[in-house]
């Protein structure tokens, strides 16, 4: 993230192979801020600070700040920055490698993530955030407003999907607001929007084995006009689909989470018993 447009303009290349889109209004940024609402006890990470411009308005109102960045250009400033600063961490590393547990310390149940997540890895980075949903408190994220929209999808719509149903299994889900692209240097081509995620303590609905979970959610999914029966066909067939009380003929997109935790579980029953 940039600086705010008050701010000294940036001399920084951005870099293509980071998805590099930095946010220029102060407005936004507060924004943004308000919807986080930092608390100085909070134990943060930032991924993907860019330029600092949410990085500043967090690093005094934290206990500590965690910064995740790739960039070796961005390091430097960084450092020169905020280095004097107490709750000033930096993890000159991938976001979508790094082990999140080994922020924590002893006295310390959760951390909080916040971040302008580059479009061509939101997803899985999220995935490899879900990991360590039992040591996250919350999520804030700048994305893509396009996933945001599947992220927090309801069933029945074009955008409902395997994004959907993973995210809301493992998060309660709130869209935000929306950001336009004049609010980023340089300006994107889409518009973006910024979510909320807050990870269940206790799941709605529990699968009873989460990697069969994600497998049956992804085969459910995988061929997107097709029916339940074609595209569970070898996992799960007519009959066993509609002992459930699921009709075979529908797509994946008109079920409920509920519906894809019992067609898993059925499937691990089975495969287990085999």
Not at 136 to 152: A, Y
Not at 155 to 168: A, D, E, N, W, Y
Not at 223 to 241: E, P, Y
């Amino acid at each position: 993230m940039a600086k705010p447009k008050s701010g000294r303009p940036t001399t920084h290349k951005h870099k293509k192979q980071f998805g590099q889109n930095f946010l220029n209004n102060g407005r936004i940024i507060d924004q943004i801020v308000a919807a986080i609402r930092p608390l100085p006890e909070d134990h943060m990470v930032e991924i993907g600070p860019g330029e600092a411009a949410l990085t500043t308005p967090l690093i005094d109102r934290v206990k500590k700040l965690d910064i995740i960045e790739i960039d070796n250009d961005l390091i430097g400033p960084l450092k020169i920055k905020f280095a004097i600063k107490p709750a000033f961490n930096l993890h000159h590393t991938d976001a979508l490698k790094f082990d999140y547990s080994t922020l924590l310390s002893e006295s310390e149940n959760s951390i909080r993530i916040v971040g302008n997540l580059p479009y061509n890895i939101s997803s899985p980075l999220m995935f490899h955030l879900l990991k360590y949903a039992d040591k996250i408190s919350d999520m804030h994220f700048m994305l893509q407003k396009e996933v945001v929209n599947r992220i927090t999808a309801n069933p029945g719509g074009k955008t409902f999907g395997r994004l959907s149903v993973m995210i809301q299994y493992a998060c309660e889900t709130e869209y935000l607001f929306t950001v336009g692209p004049e609010n980023f240097t340089p300006p994107p081509k889409v518009e973006s929007a910024i979510i909320r995620l807050i990870p269940h303590k206790i799941k709605p609905f529990i699968a009873d084995d989460e990697k069969t979970f994600a497998d049956v959610v992804r085969q459910s999914f995988s061929l997107k006009r097709k029916t339940l029966r074609n595209n569970l066909k070898g996992w799960l067939d007519a009959d066993q689909i509609e002992s459930l009380g699921i009709d075979p003929g529908v797509r994946a997109e008109t079920l409920p989470l509920e519906r894809f935790v019992q067609m898993a579980n059925l499937y691990y029953k089975l495969k287990t018993q085999a």
